[in-house]
Structure formats: structure tokens, C-alpha cells
């Protein structure tokens, strides 16, 4: 495999992947032409890209009050503003010191089995070795084999290293700690941990993760704790955010999959309801699917 792209090359292909489909269906709400606007036509169009009633409705408001103020402008770029008004703006950028600064700073992925979180892991893994991290990664997800043999697939193609359990459903506390000790032997920057998600309930789940967090945290506290979503499952997927949220302090969102979904106005509603930054978006299953999330070129992406 090559070795991984610098992040600015990708931006093309990610724009070209950004692209649901809505385009049409938003202009032809503004077809009538000035301030005469199809209000349900557009309304409906935003409810079906899963921005949630909430968002749909401050996005419609701003763009009434926008051609309130000016009529003689194109009102479609009032949209575009009022989309972006939506997401607001914040820091989405990783809580690292530059490369070569600190050892062993702990990036925690967490989410529930087959929303993409190893992908999302080794994808990741990629993108901080382009940008001059050293990266060991933790394969916290103990109790199934399949998961710490396809991190270690994912370790390969990133050029680093895979720290494992010898035994199914060993310690995955033991593995991160193990991951740290690895991480200072060779300088690494960042250790980056993919956790187990097979949690059915919150207390498993609180134990677990909260274990992982303290041994994780007794070398030094996590700089991101990274809840991974499928977009495709829309806002279905927010109530089990919510609860990951509340037990693992959740830092950011990956949101995967995004490349599949005709719903990506998912994006606007997991940040409200949530009220953390969606950082990372996956567009596809190959190595460099992976995207710091933008808000402009997703935006564009909704209007295209
Ligand atoms: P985990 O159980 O949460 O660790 O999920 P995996 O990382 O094993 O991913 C589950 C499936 O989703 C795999 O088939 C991945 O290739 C696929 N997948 C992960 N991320 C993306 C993405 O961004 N886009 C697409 N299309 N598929 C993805």
C-alpha cells in the first residue's frame, strides 16, 4: 500500500463523495423566483435530510428573515448561509500539541459494534501518520479476535504499531496501559484506542469504558474521547449517542458512512443534540476515506 496522502490532496475526491442528492429538490423550492418560496416544499426536503424539526425550522426562520432584510438577492444563497448559521462554528481540529511535542497522548474511540469504529480507527491512524504523528494503536476491543486482527490489518497499512491481548476477552484496560508503555519506548505522539462496543446496557458499558478511561488516564488524560456514528442509521443512532456521551465524556464525532446516506443533514442534528463537534466524516471503506469534516464543502455537498 502506498503510503498515506497528504491530507490537502484528498480534497477533491472528498467533494466529489459529499454529494446527496438534495440539490434540485432545495432549488426547485426557490423556483418561483424572489421572496415567493415553495416554505413546505423546502421544509419537507430539510425534514427528509434528517436535519431534525428543530434545526429544519431555525434554518427556514433564517432565511425568511434574510429575505425580509434584502429582497434583490438570490435567496438560495440564504439558504447556504442559514445551513452553515446551523452548524456554527467551533473547533473541530484534534486537542494535539504538533508533532514531536508530547508521548503516548490518548485518542479513545468508542461507539457500538458495526457503525465503522475500527475502520474509523485505522482510517485515522492513517491520516495522523500524514501529518507526521507517531501512532501506536491499542486493540481494546478484546473479546473478538476478528476485531484486533482487522486493527492489525490497519496497522500495517498505516506503518505502526498494533498492540493486542494474547487471549480472547483479556483485559482491555491491560492493552491500553500496554499501548502507553509502547508509546513512551519509542517516542510515539499518540496512542490511539479502539474499544469494545458490544455493550448492551449502560452499566457494562459505564464499567467498561471507564476502566479503559482510568488506566488510560493514569499515564495522561485522553486528549479526545471520538464517538463514532453511521450516518446511515440517521437520528436513530442519537439515542445510543446520548448514552455514550453521558458515561465517556465524548469529545468529538467520527460520523461514518457518510458516503451511503442521502440523509446527511444528520450531521446539523448530532452536533445540537449533542452539543459536540462532529470532527471526522468517513466517505467509503479504502484507506483514505477518511475526511476532517468541513463544514463549507459539506454544505456544498447538500446543495449539489
Ligand atoms: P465496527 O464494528 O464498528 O468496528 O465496524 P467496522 O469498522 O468493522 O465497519 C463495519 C462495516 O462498515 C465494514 O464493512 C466497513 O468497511 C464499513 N464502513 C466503515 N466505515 C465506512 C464508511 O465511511 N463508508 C462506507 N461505505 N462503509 C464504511
Known amino acids: 500500500m502506498k503510503p498515506p496522502k497528504d491530507p490537502s490532496s484528498r480534497a477533491g475526491r472528498i467533494r466529489g463523495k459529499l454529494a446527496f442528492g438534495l440539490g434540485d429538490r432545495l432549488r426547485s423550492a426557490f423556483s418561483r423566483g424572489g421572496a415567493d418560496v415553495d416554505w413546505d416544499g423546502l421544509e419537507e426536503t430539510l425534514i427528509g435530510a434528517d436535519l431534525g424539526v428543530a ?5 427556514l426562520d433564517a432565511v425568511r428573515a434574510s429575505l425580509g432584510k ?27 500539541e504538533p508533532p514531536g511535542t508530547a508521548v503516548g497522548v ?9 457503525v465503522g469504529k475500527t475502520t474509523s480507527v485505522g482510517k485515522l ?5 500524514a501529518d507526521g504523528y507517531g501512532v501506536v494503536l491499542a486493540a481494546a476491543d478484546t ?5 484486533a486482527d482487522q486493527l492489525e490489518t ?17 483485559d482491555p484496560g491491560a492493552v491500553a496501559f500496554e499501548a502507553g508503555e509502547r508509546a513512551r519506548e519509542s517516542g510515539a505522539d499518540v496512542v490511539l484506542v479502539d474499544t469494545a462496543g458490544r455493550l448492551h446496557n449502560k452499566k457494562d458499558l459505564m464499567d467498561e469504558l471507564g476502566k479503559i478511561l482510568r488506566v488510560v488516564s493514569r499515564g495522561r488524560a485522553p486528549a479526545e474521547v471520538l464517538l463514532v456514528l453511521d450516518a446511515t442509521t440517521g437520528q436513530n443512532g442519537l439515542a445510543q449517542a446520548r448514552v455514550f456521551s453521558e458515561v465517556a465524556g465524548v469529545t468529538g464525532v467520527i460520523l461514518a458512512k457518510l458516503d451511503g446516506s442521502a440523509r446527511g443533514g444528520v450531521v446539523i442534528a448530532i452536533e445540537r443534540e449533542l452539543g459536540v463537534p462532529v470532527k471526522f466524516v468517513g466517505l467509503g471503506e479504502r484507506a483514505d476515506d477518511l475526511a476532517p469534516f468541513d463544514p463549507e464543502m459539506f454544505v456544498d455537498g447538500l446543495l449539489a
Open 55 to 59: 434545526a429544519t425550522q431555525e434554518v
Open 70 to 96: 434584502a429582497k434583490e438577492a438570490d435567496p438560495q444563497e440564504f439558504l447556504k448561509s442559514a445551513l452553515l448559521g446551523a452548524l456554527g462554528q467551533v473547533d473541530r481540529s484534534l486537542a494535539l
Open 106 to 114: 490518548p485518542i479513545v474511540v468508542v461507539g457500538v459494534n458495526g
Open 125 to 129: 491512524a492513517r491520516l495522523l501518520v
Open 143 to 147: 473479546f473478538r479476535a476478528a476485531a
Open 154 to 170: 490497519w496497522g500495517t497499512r498505516a506503518g505502526v504499531t498494533v498492540v493486542r491481548s494474547d487471549r480472547a476477552g483479556g
